[in-house]
């Protein structure tokens, strides 16, 4: 009877080891996932805004094509904050998998541009950040709330020039664009700060897009 007291008791120490291990060394599941679909996501966009960049140019849209060239960018700096969390977490990234796009004119661009953040704004982001919280994953939470920000200011400034354009009021636009190279977090030159909103970088580091000079 003593002996298996203590076989019952080691198999129950075992256990407990067992679990705690278990607890200590669980993954993320469900966030990786959606880490590695928003690298792919934000990899996209950056691709396809650099391109919509051009094709703006070529249309004599030089300042909507200064936006682009600045949310490329901004794309981009997510993609590379969500890369580096998933190499937090083990996974080693590599190329990104970019998905399909078409370009357009300048108007149709800046409605599909649109269109692209208003599904991250609304529905991709909210639900990654909610996954990362039940799973206990703040760098992955922080990540996505740094980009999901972002998102609704690309939207925002989609929406202003796409309603100057129609309206034919192109001297409205703005010509000068600052991202925060930390966050992705952009600015207009009416709207800038002396530091970012999201991360408190300051403004003296932030890549600047303006119409005469061009992007870095
Ligand atoms: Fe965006
Ligand atoms: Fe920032």
Sequence with gaps: MFYMKIIFRFILLIVAVGFIVQC???????????????????STASEKYAKFAQAAMEEGYDTIAKLFE?????????????????EK???????????????????????TAINGETYEMQ???????????IE???EAAKSFTWAWDGEKK???Y?????????????????FEWYVCPTCGNIYND???????????????????????????
């Design 24 to 42: 200590h060394s669980s993954k993320p599941v469900k966030s990786i996932e959606d880490l590695k679909t928003a690298f792919n996501s934000e």
């Design 70 to 86: 600045a949310t490329s960018k901004s794309e981009k700096i997510h993609a590379f904050n969500h890369g580096k969390v998933l």
């Design 89 to 111: 977490y083990g996974n080693s990234i590599g190329n990104a998998e970019i998905g399909s796009y078409e370009i357009k004119t300048t108007i149709e661009n800046l409605q």
């Design 123 to 133: 529905t991709m982001y909210p639900g990654f950040i909610k996954n990362a919280e």
């Design 136 to 138: 206990k994953a703040p």
């Design 154 to 156: 690309h939207l925002n």
């Design 158 to 174: 989609y929406r202003q020039v796409q309603s100057l354009i129609v309206k034919g009021n192109e001297n409205g636009l703005s």
């Design 190 to 216: 009416i709207d800038v700060k002396e530091s970012c909103d999201f991360c408190l970088t300051k403004k003296v580091n932030f890549d600047g897009y303006t119409e005469e000079v061009g992007g870095e």
